[in-house]
């Protein structure tokens, strides 16, 4: 089959979950399959290059995250500027169509392509905002109309959807999309890389680790909350926040007006993912106090790695991944970190079972059968 990626941030320029699903599917299927990726063009990129035996087309004028984010937000006015140059596409011929739904104006150029190429189209998606997050977002003249609009343009009726977890699948039905056409998989979690590094790894240190972007809904504050009443306990141990992003400033400037900046260390993403890995694997414990998840993939590959992961109530991670985590009130997690480097704490061996949907390994599979008339 021939098929096209189709999303504006590309992995790893730029490294957020969904940027990560997408490459590692396209990179997947790639070992198959003919693969073509269409994003925007980021610092650093090519107009034309092959990544990873995908044929990448980066498309306008280089961009910057500040580009493609304003205030902690996804920028309208990159959203437009994608939309208005994935046209590109046209001159192509493709069997398959996988697109991430946002950042949305592209859909129906997108949609407009598969009927006029009689391509099928795969929908992705990663969260659905209701009307009450739509007028947080943008205001509330501007966002009951933005929920309206993107409500109408993520609905098709030639589309198969692929939601990363129950909650997203339950979203989309919401919007009035049928069970049959709602598939569930998120393939995050790379088998053997993480299997290899846990066996290696079997001294942990007692660390309180984070990873991902530094943008507010993260709660970086409450992490450091949390990880400065440990502190104050008297309790000795080490505390990695790894991650880049808009709000890195003013987290290090916070992390110096808690006086942490001898105890907190914080050091932008690393290069090769398995270093990650080991980095997490060394560690006790995780701390993810974000209050916006559509998945949480840093808690699933910590969970892979034998790593106790602390949630707090408040976390909106699905359930098939918060049953595997350590839910605590948020006033009661310090004393939950100090227990687990003790090693009194629970501890959640992960069930192979319950990691099957996340496995990178079934991606070939997975859209053979989806796009096969399976579901």
């Not at 069997?95 to 991430?100: F, S, Y």
């Not at 009689?118 to 933005?146: P, R």
């Amino acid at each position: 089959m021939k098929i096209a990626f189709v999303y504006d941030i590309p992995y790893p320029w730029h490294r957020g979950g969904a940027e990560q699903i997408f490459n590692v599917e396209s990179r997947e299927m790639a070992k198959k399959h003919d693969v073509d990726f269409f994003t925007m063009r980021w610092k650093g990129m090519k107009e034309d290059f092959f990544y990873e035996n995908v044929h990448y087309h980066a498309l306008g004028e280089p961009i910057t995250e500040r580009d493609a984010y304003k205030h902690g937000r996804r920028a309208i006015r990159e959203a437009l500027y994608f939309a208005l140059h994935v046209r590109e596409i046209f001159k192509y011929d493709f069997d398959v169509v996988i697109t991430n739904a946002f950042p949305i104006l592209h859909l129906p150029l997108i949609k407009a392509y598969c009927r006029a190429k009689n391509a099928k189209l795969v929908v992705k998606v990663d969260e659905v905002w209701d009307h009450k997050y739509w007028q947080n977002y943008l205001g509330i003249g501007i966002g009951s109309v933005a929920n309206a609009y993107a409500n109408m343009l993520i609905r098709s009726r030639r589309a198969m959807y692929v939601a990363n977890s129950s909650i997203t699948a339950r979203g989309l039905e919401g919007l009035g999309i049928e069970r049959r056409r709602i598939s569930r998989f998120a393939p995050v979690l790379e088998d053997k890389i993480l299997s290899d590094i846990r066996r290696s790894s079997r001294v942990k240190k007692n660390r309180i680790i984070f990873s991902g972007r530094f943008i507010k809904e993260k709660r970086i504050d409450k992490w450091l909350l949390a990880v400065d009443a440990v502190r104050k306990e008297g309790f000795e141990f080490e505390a990695l926040l790894i991650g880049d992003g808009i709000e890195k400033e003013d987290i290090e400037r916070r992390i110096d007006e808690m006086r942490l900046g001898n105890l907190v260390k914080v050091r932008h993403f690393f290069k090769d993912k398995r270093d990650l890995y080991k980095t997490i694997a060394e560690s006790k414990v995780l701390l993810h106090m974000g209050e916006r998840e559509g998945l949480g993939i840093i808690a699933l590959e910590s969970i892979a790695l034998g790593t106790s992961v602390v949630i707090p109530e408040y976390s909106p991670m699905p359930e098939e991944v918060k049953k595997m985590c350590i839910v605590e009130k948020e006033g009661n997690i310090p004393k939950q970190l100090i227990r687990i480097m003790k090693n009194r704490g629970e501890y959640n061996k992960p069930d192979i079972k319950n990691l099957k949907m996340f496995s990178t390994s079934n991606v070939v599979s997975f859209y053979e059968k989806l796009l096969n008339g399976g579901n």
